[in-house]
């Protein structure tokens, strides 16, 4: 893409309604007065949506993502110069407070949120398109495929767990430029959540091609579009993509996107893989593929750990996680056995007060829940105390993977989490049987433990996971438990 110079740069058909600053060419963008009193922490949930517009697996439902104390500024706030902040400066904001350490890679990667932020300010995406007509129905040609010239080119931000991608993107979105109102900050898998129901009603409204008005509705609600954690292991997400991002770039949808896996990587050893070729064909020539690798991992700076995890399970650590409870909900009625609809399914909540909920593990990962019902459980109660996990081995191989599901939408919802457990939280996966008989560790495996400095029995889970995808997914999950019992995230987190 020619970068826009002088003449060329085009002016938006809205252009009147903004002020113009000294220069004819740059446009001035809306600043939003926010009363100095009004911290991020006592947002009301209506109100932090609203900020926010990210969507997850509802439309009432957030996910801001913003790392523990790394609470960044509601986006488009002016700053005292009166100015707007930009991704640069919000970066050294948070470096000179202390929030950050200085690093010269993640300054280049800056610098590119930085190159895009400024083509936002000045790009004029296409018009919001409504239903077509009968007649353009009949006579219209197919759309050309992602030749949008005028729309700057995405981003995609791969790298391994901890290398900042997710504080990276949100600190991009919550600079966005004031006249960019049209955008969406989502979970890749919320977001694929809702795509297939607006399909599902898509086909029940009668569409011949249901991802046409799936695609069409997108790009009218948002034309600024960040995904976070890009990874595709769903057959029925990976036959659609390629057409689903085809059609949003083709309708001036510019796209960021994270992930831990380079384009390449996706979807590897997945059913059915060369369908989804032409997708990853699409990333690698419209997006800027940026690896953030940098050898720093952001969550292995320590961190003071709060008391959230209790083991093992006896009387004392009981009544220990019992009392946490009840200071909790001090003057908030509890509830037994509340009754909650979960995607067409009844949920019994053992015990809850207000945002606040109490289950054991067999309630919640003995029974056949997945992503959606986890991901709407979170939403619903800010603090989740899980009790009575147990150690799990290969006979509990299925619980261990809704466990890790359970805490990969825990993180993900900004939810406050206790556990009780009967060994400490970080050896529940391993392999008891397999620990005890000397079993050999795999070089991978420890690897992967040593990277997130993990304690030395944690190795010991390798024996009940194989597979990439499975290792990769263990652990992450250790690093999320991780960061989710530091003194940082039971301050920040579970607010509703």
Known sequence: MKPLLGPRIPIPRNAHIYPLRTSPNIIAPLTVAVPPSLKPIALSRTLRNNLFNSTLASTHTTSTDVQPGLFLQPPNQATASGTQSTPMQEYHKLVASGALSSDDYQTRIIQKLQALHDLLALYDPPPPAGPPSLLSRLFSRPAPSATNTDRPQGL????DVGTGKTMLMDLFYNTLPARITRKRRVHFHAFMLDVHKRMHAAKAAGAGDPLE???RDLASEAYMLCLDEFQVTDIADAMILRRLLDALLERGVVCVFTSNRHPDELYKNGIQRTSFLPAIDLLKTQFDITDLDSGTDYRRVPRALSHAYFSPLNSDTRAAIDAQFSALTKGIPVKDGATIRLWGRDLTVPRSAGHFAQFTFAELCGRPLGAAD???????????????????GLGEKDKARRFITFIDACYESKTRLFVSSEV???EIFSDDSSATSGAPVSDHMRAIMDELSLPAEVVGAASMFNGEEELFAFARCCSRLVQMGSAEWMEHAGMR
């Open 156 to 159: 995609y931000l791969y790298g």
């Open 213 to 215: 008005p799936v695609a």
């Open 374 to 392: 986890y991901l709407e459980l979170t939403q619903r109660f800010g603090t989740l105390f899980v009790a009575d996990v147990p150690r799990m």
């Open 424 to 426: 400490p939280i970080f």
